[in-house]
């Protein structure tokens, strides 16, 4: 699927080269850059083929094809998929609880990149499936796809800025009565995949949580990342004494309590790769903590 960029060159990249426009309007990566070369109408200027040392004038029109191929691995799946917003770039998606970003290992079929592709194929596009924050399974809430390489690339690198913000609620267990922020460096647990620990010798990783509401021997709380480690909300809740409600690995894994980890991703801002507009999306936690905090009165 194509997708064009178009770029009419103003005073400041007058006589400059096409590869300072491309690197330094568009913001294309080098890799990229390579890949664009390899198609005749990947750049091109006023309509014709163009080498990226040849000089733009102020007036000129430059082109710019992006183009992806369909991820053959995925096998899409008819799976509904609640779409917050969409544009030629971005999906905003409200992943629900119990299903996987990506395909793995006994979940070849049911995660959120089958019903994904699934649904750029039912619109005739073939797509790369290209997710920018990625969910733990049992993690609900909004998370962002990319469209194409372009849009990828450039909210990659945003990703790990503050430009692009992700706020959490989640219900832990015990009575939590202030504010805080927990700072803490987290590193994979020695001869384990998936397990990650607080350790002196581990990246830097920090949280800030407030409380909302108190419910005796539970506490809902908002989160704000500063930084964005593997499992890292789940380890320093735990790290502080207050495990989130239904967490096997970090808790206490009681189905009878609840069946996933009490996390929902509630909030996210970021700057459109493209328009440059920023873009705010909020929500509501999921129905089954909702279920939760309703039976608690």
Not at 46 to 70: C, E, F, Q, Y
Not at 139 to 157: D, F, I, P, Q
Request: one cysteine or more; proline letters at 4%; hydrophobic letters at 35%.
């Amino acid at each position: 699927m194509d997708r064009v960029l178009e770029y009419i060159v103003d005073v400041q990249y007058d006589g400059a080269n096409v590869l300072t426009v491309l690197r330094q309007h568009f913001k294309i990566s080098t890799n990229l850059i390579k890949d664009l070369k390899k198609y005749e109408d990947g750049i091109r200027l006023n309509g014709a083929h163009i080498r990226t040392v040849d000089t733009v004038r102020m007036g000129d029109t430059l082109k710019v094809t992006i183009r992806d191929s369909a991820s053959e691995n995925i096998i899409p799946k008819n799976i509904p998929i609640d779409i917050v917003y969409e544009d030629e770039d971005i999906l905003i998606i409200n992943k629900p609880p119990h299903m996987p970003t990506h395909p793995s290992m006994g979940n070849y079929e049911n995660s959120l990149a089958n019903g994904v592709m699934h649904y750029y194929k039912s619109k005739g596009e073939n797509r790369v499936f290209r997710a920018v924050n990625r969910l733990d399974k049992d993690t609900s809430g909004l998370m962002a796809v990319a469209k194409n390489s372009y849009a990828h690339a450039r909210l990659s690198e945003e990703l790990h800025t503050a430009d692009f913000k992700r706020k959490y609620k989640c219900i832990v267990c015990g009575d939590m009565t202030e504010d805080g922020t927990v700072d803490a460096p987290i590193k994979r647990a020695d001869g384990s995949v998936i397990n990650r620990i607080v350790a002196p010798d581990g990246q830097r990783a920090v949280t800030h949580y407030s409380v909302l509401e108190r419910y005796g021997e539970y506490t809902l709380l908002e989160l704000e990342l500063e930084t964005g480690r593997t499992h890292q909300i789940r380890v320093h809740m735990s790290h502080i004494g207050h495990p989130l409600v239904g967490d096997w690995l970090y808790g206490i894994e009681d189905h009878s309590i609840a069946p996933r980890q009490f996390l929902h991703s509630c909030y996210l801002s970021l700057i459109h790769p493209v328009t440059e507009e920023k873009l705010v999306f909020q929500n509501e936690i999921a129905q089954d903590m909702k279920d939760f905090i309703e039976k608690l009165f």
